[in-house]
Every structure is written in C-alpha cells, then in structure tokens.
Nanobody
C-alpha cells in the first residue's frame, strides 16, 4: 500500500502561481508513474498531468498545457505540480495518484490516491 499526501493548495487571485507537492510513503517510488487529477465543484474528476517512472515522459491535459509543469524528485519520493497563470476554471480539489502501470493519464488505471488539496482561484 502507498500513502500519498498532497500539500500546497490555497486561495489565490487569477494570474497567480502555486506549487503542489505530493509526498509518497513507499520504498519503491520509482516503480510508479504518477499523475495529478482534479475535480471542480459539481463536475467529475479529470486528468491534469502525468509523469513516467523516470521522469523522462510527461503528459498534460490540453487545458493546462503551457501553464502547468509536472516533475518528480525520486530521491525525495515527491511529485510536484507547478501551476502558473492560474484561472478561475482551475478551481478544484487536486488529487495525486500513483500507477503501477505505464500511463498515468486515466482515472480507472491509477492504483493509489491521496486525499486531495483545495485550489481556489478568484477573478
């Protein structure tokens, strides 16, 4: 079992930046590809960004390309989501997830989930 704990969310104005962190409790962090997903109020959870086990490949939803950057520090068992130029439509609970497979882009294939961190962007 893998425990994931997100942090870094908050309330910001449009155009601001936030960096989310996800700390993983596992001795085999490099065995997992990692992803960020979000659930806006009243909507279904959706994919945001993913990163391969080595960090060599990244994936982004069209809605965040050019604004968000996913990265990982395997020595620290941590994955990050740098969010720039935030928009009100980015408001959501953001979830970190771990995948024993290869493609961290689909909700149904993720094996472990964090509890989420709230990001609110005001206009």
């Amino acid at each position: 079992q893998v425990q994931l704990v997100e942090s870094g969310g908050g309330l910001v104005q449009a155009g601001a930046s936030l960096r989310l962190s996800c700390a993983a409790s596992t001795r085999t962090f490099t065995s997992y590809s990692m992803g960020w997903f979000r659930q806006p109020p009243g909507k279904e959870r959706e994919f945001v960004a993913g990163i391969s086990r080595s960090g060599g490949s990244t994936y982004y939803a069209d809605s965040v390309k050019g604004r968000f950057t996913i990265s990982r520090d395997n020595a620290k068992n941590t994955v990050y989501l740098q969010m720039n130029s935030l928009k009100p439509e980015d408001t959501a609970v953001y979830y970190c997830a771990a995948d024993k497979g290869l493609r961290p882009t689909t909700i149904a294939t993720m094996d472990y989930w964090g509890q989420g961190t709230q990001v609110t962007v005001s206009s």
